[in-house]
């Protein structure tokens, strides 16, 4: 392998551009405002860079939440440019010279970009997202083959960030409905050959605030930040309800 | 305002055809009663539908009929067909071209009378 882009990244690095950056800001019993900064960036900065840099230069009272800074916290969704993503994964290349960030719609806010997940992992816990299987444990594995296993892969890569149940309509209109996050969880068990809990987590998805307030907008396939094609298993599960059961491969 | 993208605006003009249908439904609701009040009546109460600005309204109601059926099409497809939601962007650009050629030829014939010069019934 040669090294031949390196330079070019290195170029990309020392060309710093001046960015206005508007932040929707707002804290708890007051009206929301927007407040604009202007800070130099490089294009290969990502998004939650330019805020660290205006929190630690400019305003040390901007409030957001990072943890891992590497996209698997999921802790920094956020609507960038009036789309759901996530800070640490999106690069100021790709969101142009002047950037707006707003807390996530559909969830309260806490203070400026930080919102209230406890109703968020309420959701979570309500379709049981853990293995369900009262058979005793068998000496060994409870054995799988790489096509079942394969079934519910796409639910496995999801890390609660929130993204998709903040980009969905449904969710904006009734906040009680379970949103794709949850049932996202709920495919990754209802789906796995070895949990026998499908039934119980299908009535729960069955109820008025189910899977059946989805309807198929797909703003929740379009953000979420490990590609998981959330529609996709949404409407898996829907199937699974009108046809009685889970598809899975018998072997 | 949130920056969906094809699956949202689907959607959104999915609720927006589905209401102005429901409004048109009532409105033929009043113009079928007529029919109960004798053919004069009946028949006045139709003529509107031959005026220039009735046949506006109706380009819409062509638009939203065809627009709110193919997408209930591919609403269908992406429900009952596992690979389905793979393919919801390229229905949804198929909606609007199939909804585009149905409005395009039905348009035409709900104009030509306006652009014949006679507008009324008996034009037809
Ligand atoms: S499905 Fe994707 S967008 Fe939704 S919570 Fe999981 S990782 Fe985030
Ligand atoms: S900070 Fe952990 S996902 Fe961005």
Redesign the interface.
């Known amino acids: 392998m040669t090294t031949t882009s390196a330079p070019k990244v290195q170029n990309a690095r020392a060309n710093t551009v001046q960015l206005t950056v508007r932040v929707k800001r707002g804290a708890p019993g007051a009206a929301s405002h927007w407040q604009e900064y202007k800070i130099e960036a490089s294009p290969l900065d990502r998004f939650v860079d330019v805020l660290n840099n205006i929190k630690w230069t400019q305003d040390g009272t901007l409030t957001f939440r990072r943890s891992c800074l590497h996209g698997v916290c999921g802790s920094d969704s956020m ?1 960038i ?3 759901n993503q996530l800070a640490c994964k999106t690069l100021v290349a790709d969101l142009g010279y002047k950037i707006s960030a707003e807390p996530m ?1 559909g969830y309260p806010v806490i203070r400026d970009l930080v919102v209230d997940m406890d109703p968020f992992f309420g959701k979570y816990e309500k379709v049981k997202p853990f293995l369900i299987n009262n058979t005793p444990a068998p000496a060994t594995e409870r054995l799988q083959s790489a096509d079942q296993r394969k079934r519910f892969d796409a639910g496995t890569k999801c890390i609660l960030c929130g993204a998709c149940t903040g ?1 969905c ?1 449904s969710v904006w209109a009734n906040p009680e409905w379970v949103g794709p996050a949850a049932i996202v969880n709920a495919h990754r068990f209802i789906f796995d050959s070895r949990d026998e809990g499908a039934a119980e987590r299908l009535q729960i998805l069955s109820d008025r605030t189910g899977v059946w307030r989805c ?5 929740c ?2 953000v979420c930040p490990r590609e998981i ?1 959330v ?2 298993l949404i ?2 599960v ?2 699974a309800i009108i046809y009685g059961e889970p ?1 899975i491969p018998n072997t | ?8 605006w ?2 959104l003009l999915h609720r927006v055809t589905g209401v102005a249908v429901l409004l048109f439904l009532l409105v033929h609701i009043v113009d079928i009663t007529m029919l109960g009040f004798g053919p004069t009546i009946y028949n006045n109460a139709l003529s509107v539908f031959a005026t220039p600005l009735v046949r506006f309204f109706s380009l819409a109601l062509i638009a939203s009929v065809l627009y709110h059926s193919f997408n209930g099409l591919r ?1 269908l497809i ?3 067909w ?1 690979a ?3 393919y ?1 962007r390229l229905f949804a650009v198929l909606t609007i071209l199939l909804t585009l050629a149905g409005f395009i030829s039905m348009g035409y014939f709900v104009l030509l009378p306006v652009f014949q010069g006679c507008p009324g019934v008996t034009c037809g």
Do not use: C, H, V
């Open positions: 609507r440019n009036g789309r719609l980009s309509p309807r198929t907008i797909f703003n396939a379009d094609p529609t996709d409407e898996d829907k199937r598809d | 305002m949130y920056r969906g993208q094809s699956g949202m689907s959607w609403i992406i429900d009952f596992p389905g939601a793979q919801q």
